[in-house]
């Protein structure tokens, strides 16, 4: 199945952390606005706590002095003692706090976030989201959501908390000892660029890994949502291999990333100690010849070791801060989509109802993921309010295409719609779709009861008039029969409806709606003669004084139709009754009449 080709140039190009991207990332802080003051005092609490930690690091060092009888602060051992007792209570306090702040910022504002990325998914049109796929949106969501709130609730914290550090450790020993912080402070710059080229790298390499592994999941999904083609076509094997070759390339490039991280931690390692015992070499030297205390000496390793963590960590923490960026940019690509829609609470009934005539004025359409093929080409037709029309003609002529732009699904590339004398796209989105109802050949049931599978045409439906909605339907006899009636669950977890059971709940749903405008496709078509003729009369009562458009193969069933049009390679080719299509002897709609005959006998 097809790569994703787009993401994987994307990250060819090794983008560069620019003003401009971080400006942008920044955004994600207006999510953090509305708790800033958690926020600060979380910073607060976290400054203090560095401080701390700075002041705790020096004591044992004064405990050497102590023991040589010249003490910096006039304090006694067992004092010493009590005080670092009592910081370590205080650093305790402030440790909790801080976690528990940051944890109520970044819970808080990400849920927010996540929120109108899904709002912002779900009124997108649909081919913004064709143009993608499932699993990629998902991993916006998920992913790259939790990556930046890592960022907010840990590693931001930790990276200010790191360079307090770092800044601190660095003026206390140049004050405390200027000359043997010096030649420390000479070592720094070697470690500091070794670990910024090595870890630009190794970030490379990591997100590399990442798309790989998106890729494995990818597959997983693809292959779990159509599981019954895979095992109908005995494809387990294939789909084995192909998921091994994504993880082979996964554990490729992470053994790749690892080798790299594997140098650095060995790179850093050998020069953090390494200049740590060359400056104990100066340091004890110094402390020979009578220059230096102890303690003093103590301390200065102290030091040593806790500015070198600080830096390693702060190189960590960067690559974590620079793929966040990137995870903002991949949200704010969906945020900054302009949505169809804004969603709001609806009346129970459109606002604004449609007597529902329906003008097509030559309408001419080309699919966004297909722009070379034209497949409408210059569609006519008017459908006087409450009339029913039928469009038949070849698999692929574009009859649900034109349904499709009925309901707004996608824009005409040219000419006009108008319903009720206005063209839709002057119509507000939502009054207009409340007005249309569509009974699909494939029906999706959601997750859930009967009863609400039926109420999703209208939330808030009483349980009578659910109740009614499936007696009209035809559906009641089959839901009466399971145990638990209405509520009996369906989906995944529940009962599997047959294909005619799940049209006719859809058909209830539709009635429930009591749209103007009616739109079947193909709605009677996979049916056996019982269940068609069930879902025929369900139909009709549907029908009955609304516009409806029926897309229909077996011509049998669209005998009594105002007008039917024969669709042909995005035209129509021919139109009228059926009783005057069937006078036309080499009509098209009689070629077809005859081919379905033949068929049938
Ligand atoms: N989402 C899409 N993106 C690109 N091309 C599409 C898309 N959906 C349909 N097409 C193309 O548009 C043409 C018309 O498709 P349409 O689904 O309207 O045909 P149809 O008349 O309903 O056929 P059928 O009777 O088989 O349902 C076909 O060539 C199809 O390949
Ligand atoms: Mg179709």
């Known amino acids: 199945m097809a790569m994703r080709t787009g993401g994987?140039?994307?990250?060819?190009?090794?983008?560069?952390l620019t003003g401009d991207r971080i400006r942008r990332a920044l955004r994600i802080f207006s999510y953090v606005l509305p708790y800033r003051?958690?926020?600060?005092?979380?910073?607060?609490?976290?400054?203090?706590?560095?401080?701390?930690?700075?002041?705790?690091?020096?004591?044992?060092?004064?405990?050497?002095?102590?023991?040589?009888?010249?003490?910096?602060?006039?304090l006694g051992l067992n004092q010493v003692f009590l005080v670092l007792a009592g910081l370590l209570a205080l650093q305790g306090v402030l440790s909790y706090l801080r976690v528990q702040l940051f944890a109520r910022v970044?819970?808080?504002?990400?849920?927010?976030?996540?929120?109108?990325?899904?709002?912002?998914?779900?009124?997108l049109s649909i081919p913004f989201l064709e143009e993608r796929r499932v699993g990629e949106m998902t991993s916006r969501i998920t992913n790259d959501v939790t990556q930046v709130q890592g960022v907010i609730s840990v590693t931001?914290?930790?990276?200010?908390?790191q360079v307090i550090i770092l800044i601190g450790g660095i003026v206390l020993i140049?004050?405390?000892?200027?000359?043997?912080?010096?030649?420390?402070?000479?070592?720094?710059?070697?470690?500091?660029?070794?670990?910024?080229?090595?870890?630009?790298?190794?970030r490379r390499l990591m997100k590399d890994r990442q798309d790989q592994l998106a890729q494995t999941n990818v597959v997983v999904e693809e292959t779990m949502q159509s599981i019954q083609t895979v095992k109908a076509y005995t494809n387990e094997w294939f789909e084995l291999k192909r998921y091994a070759k994504h993880l082979n390339e996964v554990v490729r490039l992470a053994l790749r990333a690892a080798h790299m991280r594997g140098l650095f931690a060995a790179f850093i390692v050998s020069v953090m100690f390494g200049a740590l015992f060359f400056i104990m070499w100066r340091a004890s030297l110094m402390v020979q010849v009578g220059v230096m205390e102890k303690g003093d000496l103590v301390n200065f390793i102290i030091f040593t070791g806790i500015i070198g963590g600080a830096i390693a960590s702060l190189g960590a923490f960067y690559t974590e801060m620079v793929s966040a960026v990137g995870a903002t940019e991949r949200i704010w690509e969906i945020m900054d989509e302009t949505p169809e829609i804004s969603p709001r609470q609806l009346p129970a009934r459109p606002t604004q109802r449609f007597t529902g005539e329906v003008t097509y004025q030559q309408v001419q359409f080309t699919y966004p993921g297909r722009p070379d093929v034209p497949v409408l080409k210059g569609i006519d037709f008017t459908i006087p309010a409450g009339r029913?029309?039928?469009?038949?003609?070849?698999?692929?002529?574009?009859?649900?295409t034109i349904v499709q732009l009925l309901l707004q699904f996608y824009r005409v590339s040219a000419g006009q719609i108008w319903v009720d004398g206005k063209n839709i796209y002057d119509i507000d989105l939502l009054d207009y779709r409340q007005n249309i109802a569509i009974v699909p050949q494939e029906v999706m049931l959601f997750g859930g009861t009967i009863q609400e599978n039926i109420a999703y045409g209208r939330p808030g439906a009483s349980v009578a008039e659910i109740e009614d909605a499936a007696h009209k339907a035809n559906a009641w006899q089959f839901i009466q029969a399971f145990p638990e009636g209405l509520q009996t669950l369906v989906g995944e977890r529940g009962v599997k409806l047959s294909g005619g059971q799940r049209q006719r709940i859809a058909i209830a749903r539709a009635i429930l709606k009591d749209p103007a405008?009616?739109?079947?496709?193909?709605?009677?078509?996979?049916?056996?003669?019982?269940?068609?003729?069930?879902?025929?009369?369900?139909?009709?009562?549907?029908?009955?004084?609304?516009t409806s458009i029926i897309i229909a193969h077996r011509l049998a069933?669209?005998?009594?139709?105002d007008c039917i049009y024969v669709i042909d390679n995005g035209l129509i080719i021919e139109q009228g009754t059926h009783d005057e299509l069937s006078a036309i002897p080499d009509g098209a709609y009689n070629t077809l009449a005859r081919l379905q005959f033949e068929m049938a006998g």
């Open 388 to 400: 029913k029309i039928a469009l038949v003609g070849a698999s692929g002529a574009g009859k649900s």
């Open 106 to 123: 970044s819970e808080k504002s990400m849920a927010t976030l996540r929120s109108d990325l899904y709002q912002k998914l779900i009124t």
């Open 8 to 16: 994987a140039q994307k990250e060819g190009e090794r983008p560069k």
């Open 156 to 161: 931001l914290a930790e990276f200010v908390r």
């Open 517 to 546: 405008i009616l739109l079947l496709d193909e709605a009677t078509s996979s049916l056996d003669a019982e269940s068609e003729k069930l879902v025929q009369e369900a139909l009709n009562v549907l029908m009955e004084g609304r």
């Open 557 to 561: 069933t669209i005998r009594d139709v």
């Open 37 to 74: 003051w958690t926020f600060i005092a979380g910073m607060v609490i976290l400054a203090a706590g560095s401080l701390l930690f700075l002041g705790i690091m020096r004591l044992p060092g004064e405990v050497f002095n102590i023991l040589d009888g010249e003490p910096t602060y006039n």
């Open 174 to 202: 140049i004050v405390a000892m200027p000359r043997l912080a010096l030649i420390m402070l000479g070592t720094f710059p070697v470690v500091v660029l070794l670990a910024m080229f090595f870890g630009r790298h190794i």
